[in-house]
């Protein structure tokens, strides 16, 4: 009688456990950040070909891990302004991370990895989302992007974006 409730349980979470997500969902702000992202499934049944993660502002020296089957890129630019990396001035990096030409089928998931430095001026008590957009074969295209306005959770879209929340430094 436990199990079956405990796969109704399952069943009927299903929904909410279909986004992109991130493995650690909080990290103190002035420290590195392994971003962990859960790929859950595909689009419509459609297998994965790409994951593109948009580096939010404030996070800087990212890098990401490469994943044997796929290509990986980063796109570099300027930052909104300069950070103190360990006492270096910082104004230019990683801005998008991009792994593409693997093959995800629907039926599984898998994980997409980085880190990044939450830079000391980051607002500790906030979240921080990381918008993905999750590319898939016959060109399905499913954007994990939306950020929750004031007084909403992520529960309350169809395509939150995930979200790591900061809290204070050491």
């Not at 693997?102 to 898998?110: A, I, Q, S, T, V």
């Not at 989302?129 to 959770?153: D, L, M, N, T």
């Amino acid at each position: 009688m436990k199990y079956l409730l405990a796969v109704a349980g399952l069943l009927a979470a299903g929904p909410a456990l279909a986004h992109i997500t991130l493995e650690n969902q909080s990290a103190p702000v002035g420290s590195t950040y392994k971003a962990v992202l859960r790929v859950p499934h595909g689009c419509k049944g459609a297998a994965t070909t790409k994951v593109r993660v948009q580096i939010p502002e404030g996070v800087i020296a990212v890098k990401p891990m490469p994943k044997p089957g796929w290509t990986l890129e980063t796109v570099k630019g300027s930052y909104a302004k300069p950070y103190d990396y360990y006492g270096t001035p910082t104004s230019e990096g990683v801005k998008e991370v991009v792994w593409s030409g693997g093959k995800l089928p629907d039926e599984f998931y898998d994980e997409f990895v980085l880190r990044g430095y939450l830079a000391k001026d980051l607002k500790a008590d906030a979240t921080l989302y990381v918008p993905v957009v999750q590319e898939c074969e016959g060109g399905a295209v499913e954007r994990w992007i939306e950020i929750p306005e004031a007084g909403k959770s992520a529960d309350d879209y169809k395509f939150p974006a995930p979200g790591v929340k900061l809290t204070p430094g050491k």
